[in-house]
């Protein structure tokens, strides 16, 4: 079955100030474009918060002010290594994690603090195609988690789980990605009951998994448990429902079920149409 790829597009040379089209003064963060200095002045203030060279300035100036082990340094180096990965720059994003998680455990040991920065390290090593790492770091913070966290109802425990299904999943073991899913959703029924929009989420995200598979009865089943779960939580005309239609709709599609197809897509998209109704159908005053 195919899907819909989007384009990758290059940054526009757009100005972050004053909007203009061909800014050709680039910070040196690469992220954001100015017409001139006057343009990068007036926003700066507000970019210099994601400024990834500003950052780092600060980080070394700290490094040098309170050394290399400063319990002060954990936070700012997570940040960067956050923005790092929002930025789709995922080999420094790693480099900068593993300082982060250095950091927290020279400082506090394995606390809730290192097994967040391990998930995300996951994902940079998943961005950059090395899953078996991925895996591994995401294994070591549900370890961490668990521990923290030893009754097994806390959404920490959840996400570390979740997690951890992904990176399998991303490695294409597939059964290993199912069972942890299935881990996650014991202890999200535990903290939530079945009737909560985070167990439609991870049966949603189950059923991706059990198509890869070739399971698309199990899958199409799963799907339908989750719509269900989507009706009773936000009401007939949630957006919830809305794109879990559609998306069942598209399985079933895929699977050669057209009728089924049909329906499912044909009640999406009136949900979508009451949400967002045509502007020639809005009322507005003169």
Not at 34 to 52: F, K
Not at 139 to 149: D, G, L, S, W
Not at 177 to 186: G, Q
Not at 246 to 274: D, H, K, P, T, V
Request: hydrophobic share 35%.
């Amino acid at each position: 079955a195919g899907a819909c790829v989007g384009m990758v597009k290059e940054k526009p040379n757009v100005c972050e100030a004053c909007g203009k089209d061909g800014a050709t003064l680039k910070c040196p963060c690469d992220e954001v474009f100015y017409c001139n200095g006057e343009c990068q002045r007036a926003t700066w203030g507000q970019h210099r918060r994601e400024c990834t060279v500003d950052m780092k300035k600060k980080l070394d100036k700290d490094r040098k002010r309170y050394g290399p082990d400063d319990p002060i340094l954990a936070g700012p180096t997570y940040s960067l290594g956050i923005l790092f990965l929002k930025q789709d720059r995922p080999a420094q994003s790693e480099e900068v994690l593993l300082e982060a998680i250095r950091l927290a455990e020279v400082n506090n040991g394995e606390d809730q603090n290192v097994a967040a920065a391990l998930s995300t390290l996951g994902r940079a090593y998943a961005e950059q195609a090395k899953f078996a790492d991925a895996i591994d770091v995401n294994k070591r913070a549900v370890r961490i988690v668990r521990r923290v966290y030893p009754r097994e109802d806390h959404d920490r425990v959840a996400d570390a789980l979740l997690n951890l299904a992904s990176a399998y999943h991303a490695d294409y073991q597939c059964e290993s990605s199912i069972e942890t899913y299935e881990e996650a959703l014991k202890v999200l029924r535990k903290i939530y009951g079945n009737d909560h929009d985070a167990v439609a989420t991870v049966l949603s995200d189950m059923s991706i998994v059990m198509h890869d598979q070739g399971l698309h009865v199990e899958a199409l089943e799963i799907e339908e448990k989750a719509l269900d779960i989507n009706r009773r939580v936000g009401g007939p005309d949630d957006e919830t429902v809305a794109i879990a239609l559609l998306n069942l709709g598209c399985s079933y599609e895929q699977n050669g079920i057209f009728e089924e197809a049909l329906a499912r897509l044909g009640e999406g998209l009136g949900i979508c149409r009451r949400g967002d109704p045509p502007r020639g159908d809005s009322v507005g005053g003169g």
